[in-house]
Structure formats: C-alpha cells, structure tokens
C-alpha cells in the first residue's frame, strides 16, 4: 500500500481492492488472518476487500479471504471455462444469487452459521454475493491462473459498479430474494 505523502496528513491511505498475500509457505486461516481482512473492508470505497493466501496470480488454485459488508455491490459475473469457484461462509451471513443468462434469478442461497454454509458453482453461472451481517467473511477457491482482463465476464443487465444505479440494483436484488415466510 503507498505511503501518504504527508505524514501529518490525517487522510487515511487508500485501501487497495486485494491485500498482500501472508508470507510462508502454510497460512494458518485464524482470528487474525480474518480480522485483518475485514479491518480493510471497513475502509475499503468498495466495502470488500480481498486476501489472496496463493502467493502467485498463475497459481493454478486460487484460494483467497474475501471479507463483504452490507452494501457492498458485486456485480453479476461470471467465469470462463474451465473456472468454476467454490466458496465458504467463515462468520457472518451472505446471500449467494445464481442467474439465468437473460438476468432471471435461478437460485437464492442464504449462507451462514446454523445454515447451508457455502456453495460450489460451475464457470458460466452468472452470480453475485450479498452480504446479510457486517463483517461477513468467505474462504473462496476457484480455478487459476487469474488474468485481470479476462477473470469475469459482467453481466450485460446488471449496471456497473460506481454507478448511480447500482445501488438501487442491489436493493432490488435483495427485496426480490428475501425468503417471505
């Protein structure tokens, strides 16, 4: 992460979108492996951050904390064969939402302790992630090498992220999923 330039500057330094990998060739995934990553979504514009644990971007497994917080957008995606992922809540709540290809919802998951606590989705399902509880925490796995320009493929009917109408999307999203009982 840059330094500011000032350091009586009390603007905090940017929060990169991904962290630094943990050192060492084991990472034990612990309380404050897990804090760390969501101290930075705390912070983060995009209230998401990720923590690879690979130590490679050509790693063939890509395995990786990703800590959401409410209101957090993830814009539908997708991944190209052969990249399929896998993912597992570790605390909080998360709402995992597949599509069909024109946009139709197929499946809403709530994942979280007491619960169904992860999902495992083929490449080519359209999906995103909502976060339920603060400081919601996954341990995502999915097929490497990552290659920025061609890692997603974004859903053509769901607005873009830093849009006004993202927002409005993902509240959306969320009345049209939420269990009615």
């Given amino acids: 992460m840059p330094d500011r330039p000032n350091p009586d500057d009390p603007t905090p330094a940017p929060v990169p979108p991904a962290l630094a990998p943990p050192p060492g060739a084991m990472v034990v995934v612990g309380e404050s492996l897990i804090k760390s990553v969501v101290e930075a979504s705390r ?98 796995v999915k097929t490497g090498p990552y290659r920025p320009a061609n890692d997603k493929s974004f859903a053509p009917w769901a607005p873009a992220e830093d849009t006004p109408d993202a927002a409005r999307y993902l509240q959306d999203l969320i009345a049209r999923t939420t269990p009615h009982g």
């Fill in 43 to 140: 912070t983060s514009p995009r209230r998401r951050t990720i923590l690879p644990l690979h130590k490679r971007l050509d790693d063939p497994l890509q395995r990786m904390l990703n800590a959401i917080q409410p209101g957090s957008y993830v814009r539908p995606h997708r991944h190209a064969p052969p990249v399929g992922e896998g993912l597992v809540v570790l605390q909080g709540a998360l709402r995992f939402i597949a599509f069909a290809d024109d946009g139709e919802i197929r499946r809403a998951v709530d994942l979280g302790a007491g619960g169904d606590l992860g999902v495992d989705v083929e490449a080519d399902v359209y999906h995103t992630l909502v976060a339920l509880a603060p400081d919601s925490v996954i341990y995502e």
